[in-house]
């Protein structure tokens, strides 16, 4: 039935065309087929939004229970089927009506589909007699070229349902969450209601005022003989439910925006609509993510030391309140299943996670960390945590602190990063060559530029949250990082498949021994460093690596961690950077613990695999407060596992293979 709709369209057209010897405009009195929108699914094939100006899915009025167009019909024109497009009798009772001081108006589904579906020509908020004239002869027009069925079809296909959704059935899936096939007596009536005033007729906002106007459409179905007077009492004794979030499995705009964005960039024709795009989001994750972050940023705007506007108390149409970003990547493809961009998009659309340029602070340790472990410098080598002063080239001095303010002068490289010490990082930098950990850097797939300052050691230089968080995915691969995957597959209105994206991995930053020891050091962060939040709710038995940002002055914090089979991201600040707060404003407190409420309330509480050392790596049993190996006087609880690269371990463990052979022959 669609498509002779359109055939017959396009029949008109050419018919025109033929006469006047150039295709002209459309006429008032054509119907042409209306846009489309492309349906957004996650990877358990629930529906999480749609792209297009107008999210609209047509269907034929062949799929529709009969009781659905009905109801239509027995409101908005009940002798649709009588009339020639202009209901004369109709326009008697109207005159009457407001002669007498009521008001009623008479325009017939015909009409109303002439100025729904062509504005330009025929403008209903013209209230003009000229107006009325011109679309009473298009409708009628309409009437000579097209049969009643076609009519209603379109009109179906056409109406407004308020929140962009047009059409029956994208008002079905968003206020029922089902195809408007499968819709009982009950909501087609709830969905006739709404014409005369989607905004008023809500049955998500208002839905005592909808089922009032549904009964009265039920009765009146009944007066009209479409269906039974048990039918209709039996309608209007069902309970008005529509389904939470619009209609989608989570709230994903910001995820949808990103799939928008990227598939405009591989050139599939969004514009023509009407194709249907599978993803990678996890429905589960993502409600999880959004709750997260919507809770732990509230909890930072309910300290007492908040001194910036809030969510709740802001300048109308400012974004100037705490925002977040948060980007969840499965490391084994690179499927992002979850992504949040903002605290409200219908406030703020502006997409954090994959637009927002900040600087990671801390965070950006471990790419220094991994340099020096590739560099040969052991796990257990001591470092000086002290004060520095690095002359630069404006003649400035840089002088890096701890966010503490103290120096712990000389400890393991271990603690270090467990500690977050800034000289320390600052002091392998210098010592690595900044080019050499920029390098290391760009092969874990941040494509950002990293200034050559010995500040960007601490995560001075911006990065883009997608991007850094899928360069973390190269820990939880022993060195392999993956590329960020939205979009499994698009297909177009006859299910061709219109592009597909395979999994992406690039080629190994790090060696899998070197990988293993530099995350194993991350693990520490999570046990007894900067991040022990996230214990509170992950148990033990979940392995977990990560590390926390914080940037100068408070105004970006950061948790990137990693699971067996999660890599997630977490950052909060202001939109225009100033701090967050006076006090207390750390990666550890603030946005680690969102990252562990995402994962806990989506499940990940049971481990998943397991972080066995690799070919290439020895361990001992050391000394935590010494970084030496443990003896007969170390007390238990400062032994510890350590690892390190096969020939960076110490001495007493090496074995001289001169030595070995010059002991004779082994035997058995």
């Given at each position: ?50 792209i ?13 229970p ?40 008479a ?133 008005l ?9 989570a ?30 989001l996890d ?16 909890a ?49 659309p ?27 410098l ?8 002290t ?29 270090a ?36 300052y ?29 590329e960020?995957r ?50 509170r ?16 002055d ?47 309330r ?22 935590r ?6 003896d ?10 350590e ?26």
């Open positions: 039935m669609l498509a002779s709709l359109a055939l017959l369209a396009a029949r008109a057209g050419v018919a025109r065309a033929q006469q006047g010897g150039a295709a002209p405009a459309v006429e008032a009195w054509q119907i042409t087929p209306p846009p489309q929108s492309s349906l957004v699914f996650a990877r358990d094939g629930s529906l999480i939004g749609e297009g100006r107008q999210w609209r899915t047509n269907v034929s009025i062949r799929t529709l009969k009781y659905l167009p009905q109801a239509f019909v027995a409101v908005e024109d009940h002798r649709f089927y009588q009339h020639d497009g202009v209901d004369v009798v109709g326009i008697a009772g109207a005159i009457k009506d407001n002669l007498l001081g009521g008001s009623r108006g325009s017939t589904i015909t009409q109303q589909l002439v100025g729904n579906m062509h504005p330009d020509l025929i403008d209903r908020r013209d209230r003009t007699l000229s107006r009325k004239l011109r679309e009473q002869r298009a409708a009628r027009e309409m009437e000579k070229h097209y049969t009643k069925e076609l009519i209603l079809e379109a009109y179906l296909n056409q109406i407004s349902f308020g929140h962009g959704w047009y059409g029956v059935e994208s008002a079905s899936q968003h206020f029922f969450g089902k195809p408007a096939a499968q819709l009982t007596l009950a909501e087609a009536a709830t969905l006739a209601a709404m014409p005369k005033g989607p905004a008023i007729y809500d049955p998500a906002k208002f839905p005592d005022r909808a089922r009032n106007r549904r009964d009265a459409i039920l009765d009146l179905m009944a007066a009209q003989k479409f269906i039974t007077r048990a039918n209709a009492d039996g309608a209007k004794a069902t309970l439910h529509t389904v939470a979030n619009g209609g989608v499995s709230p994903s705009p910001y995820f949808v925006d990103a799939v928008r964005a990227y598939a405009e960039r591989t050139g599939v024709p969004l514009a023509q609509g009407g194709l249907r795009i599978y993803t990678s429905p589960v994750l993502q409600r999880a993510a959004v709750t997260a972050l919507l809770d732990g940023t509230a930072v705007e309910a300290r007492t030391n908040y001194r910036n506007p809030t969510l709740a108390n802001h300048a109308k149409g400012s974004t100037d309140y705490l925002q977040g970003a948060v980007v969840a990547i499965d490391p084994s493809t690179g499927d992002v299943r979850a992504l949040v961009g903002g605290r409200n998009y219908q406030e703020s502006f997409n954090r996670a994959t637009n927002a340029m900040r600087q990671p602070g801390s965070s950006f340790k471990p790419f220094v960390y991994a340099r020096a472990i590739v560099d040969s052991p796990p257990n080598a001591i470092v000086p945590d004060s520095l002063e690095i002359p630069q080239p404006d003649g400035q001095l840089y002088r890096p602190r701890n966010d503490d303010g103290d120096f712990l002068g000389n400890i393991t490289l271990r603690q990063i467990t500690r977050s010490r800034n000289p320390v990082a600052v002091q392998l930098w210098l010592r690595l060559g900044a080019d050499s950990v920029i390098a290391l850097a760009h092969r874990f797939g941040i494509t950002t530029a990293i200034a050559p010995p500040s960007s050691a601490i995560g001075a230089s911006v990065v883009r949250p997608i991007d850094f968080v899928a360069a973390y995915t190269a820990f939880a691969n022993l060195g392999t990082p993956v960020p939205l979009i499994y597959r698009i297909e177009d209105r006859s299910g061709r498949t219109l592009y597909a994206q395979d999994v992406r991995a690039l080629p190994p930053a790090l060696e899998p021994a070197a990988t293993f020891v530099v995350r194993d050091m991350m693990r520490d962060v999570i046990e007894r460093g900067t991040a022990t939040a996230v214990r709710y992950l148990p033990k038995d979940v392995p977990v690596a990560g590390k926390t940002g914080t940037t100068n408070n105004t970006d914090v950061w948790f990137v961690g990693l699971t067996p089979d999660i890599v997630a991201g977490v950052w909060l600040g202001l939109d225009k950077p100033r701090p967050i707060a006076e006090r207390g404003v750390a990666g550890g407190t603030l946005a680690a613990p969102i990252f562990g409420q995402m994962l806990a989506a499940g990940y509480t049971h481990p998943v695999g397991s972080w066995s050392p690799p070919p290439g790596v020895v361990t001992a049993e050391l000394d407060e010494t970084g030496r190996l443990s007969a006087a170390t007390p238990p609880e400062r032994r510890y596992s690892y390190f690269l096969s020939g960076t371990e110490p001495a007493a463990l090496r074995v001289d293979a001169r030595r070995l052979f010059a002991l004779g022959p082994i035997t058995f």
